[in-house]
Every structure is written in structure tokens, then in C-alpha cells.
């Protein structure tokens, strides 16, 4: 994941600080980095809150969401 490598460089932030910072460990967060681990819906909404890093960056999966429920709500 792209957006947590420039994060960390301009932050001058290791991983292992980030992965304390967002709760999870460095080998987690090289893995999302890496692209071998997707960033799940709750982890990508805990980073925006504590590092105001847009979740929808992290996790496609929340606009989906995000429609269907408003297409919910228009259908009420």
C-alpha cells in the first residue's frame, strides 16, 4: 500500500512506530505495504482516526459500502 510508504516518509515514521501507532505489529504493516495483506475495513477506518489517512485510500471495499447503504436509505 502505497499511501502508508509516503505516510511513513514524510512522518519519518518506521514501520514498527507505525504498527504501534495503528495497533499491529511491522511485520503487519509490511505485508499491507507489500500488498500481500489487504487492509481491512475496521484497520483502514482505526488509521484515518489516528492518522488522518483518507480511508477510502486504504480499503476500495468502504465506498462499495457506502453506496449500498445510501441506496438503502433512498429505497426506504
Not at 7 to 26: H, I, P, T
Not at 35 to 63: F, M, Q, Y
Request: charged share 20%; hydrophobic share 40%; proline share 1%.
Amino acid at each position: 500500500m502505497q499511501v502508508i510508504q509516503v505516510y511513513l516518509n514524510q512522518q519519518g515514521m518506521s514501520q514498527a512506530e507505525f504498527g504501534r501507532k495503528v495497533g499491529v505489529g511491522q511485520t503487519m504493516v509490511q505485508q499491507w505495504i507489500s500488498g500481500k495483506r489487504p487492509i481491512s475495513i475496521v484497520k483502514a477506518l482505526d488509521i484515518e482516526a489516528t492518522c488522518s489517512i483518507d480511508a477510502h485510500l486504504l480499503n476500495n471495499e468502504i465506498s462499495l459500502l457506502e453506496d449500498r447503504l445510501r441506496a438503502r436509505e433512498l429505497s426506504k
